[in-house]
T-cell receptor, first 115, second 115 residues
Framework: DGGITQSPKYLFRKEGQNVTLSCEQN?????MYWYRQDPGQGLRLIYY???????QKGDIAEGYSVSREKKESFPLTVTSAQKNPTAFYLC??????????????FGPGTRLLVL | AQSVAQPEDQVNVAEGNPLTVKCTYS??????LFWYVQYPNRGLQFLLK??????LVKGSYGFEAEFNKSQTSFHLKKPSALVSDSALYFC?????????????FGKGTMLLVSP
């Protein structure tokens, strides 16, 4: 069963705590993306990676970090520097990097809540 | 810079009636346009895309979209709405001239189909 998995489905963060959101894909896609969704604001790009061991900042990277050590995995860490982390986080991937016609496919999302 | 606008926060339609969800875009090069649907607490599902060719694009679940270059629009349509079509719809654009494959999303339009 191919697809994109995100875990956990719900995540609770305490003040000053770093938390890591998992994103795994078995589609053999080259590029992976992280978005943040807030009500009424659409999706905003946090980070993206077109190849293993390389990634670029998106529009709202401050307070977040990523790694891409394996093609199939692109974890996102929400650091304590992110003062308003409560949001729905979506991971996506495309088969080819840098190809504008490529469709992005999305995982089911992780909802992060602050205690 | 690429951008996309969805002028309506919410569209209400009765079941069986035709529906239209509006989207306009701005790009510097050739546009690549996408429509996605999101059900509550779920990831985005791909509906259809315009790359080149016919201005009328057919997609999943009976949806179609009409590309209009002169009006820079890509409106989503369906001849007969179903209650199960009620969801949040996102239009997205990728600019061929940007050199990489990131998408810019609109803020979303909530479609409510009444029985």
């Amino acid at each position: 069963d191919g697809g994109i998995t995100q875990s956990p489905k719900y995540l609770f963060r305490k003040e000053g705590q770093n938390v890591t959101l998992s994103c795994e894909q078995n589609l053999n896609h080259d590029a992976m993306y992280w978005y943040r969704q807030d009500p009424g604001q659409g999706l905003r790009l946090i980070y993206y990676s077109q190849i293993v061991n390389d990634f670029q900042k998106g529009d709202i990277a401050e307070g977040y970090s990523v790694s891409r050590e394996k093609k199939e995995s692109f974890p996102l860490t929400v650091t304590s520097a992110q003062k308003n982390p409560t949001a729905f986080y979506l991971c996506a991937s495309t088969q080819l990097a840098g190809a504008p016609q490529e469709t992005q496919y999305f995982g089911p999302g992780t909802r992060l809540l602050v205690l | 810079a690429q951008s996309v606008a969805q002028p309506e926060d919410q569209v209400n339609v009765a079941e069986g009636n035709p529906l239209t969800v509006k989207c306009t875009y701005s790009v510097s090069g050739n546009p690549y346009l996408f429509w996605y649907v999101q059900y509550p607490n779920r990831g985005l599902q791909f509906l259809l895309k315009y790359i080149t060719g016919d201005n009328l694009v057919k997609g999943s679940y009976g949806f179609e979209a009409e590309f209009n270059k002169s009006q820079t629009s890509f409106h989503l349509k369906k001849p007969s709405a179903l209650v199960s079509d009620s969801a949040l719809y996102f239009c997205a654009v990728r600019d061929e001239g940007r050199g990489y494959s990131t998408l810019t999303f609109g803020k979303g339009t909530m479609l409510l189909v009444s029985p």
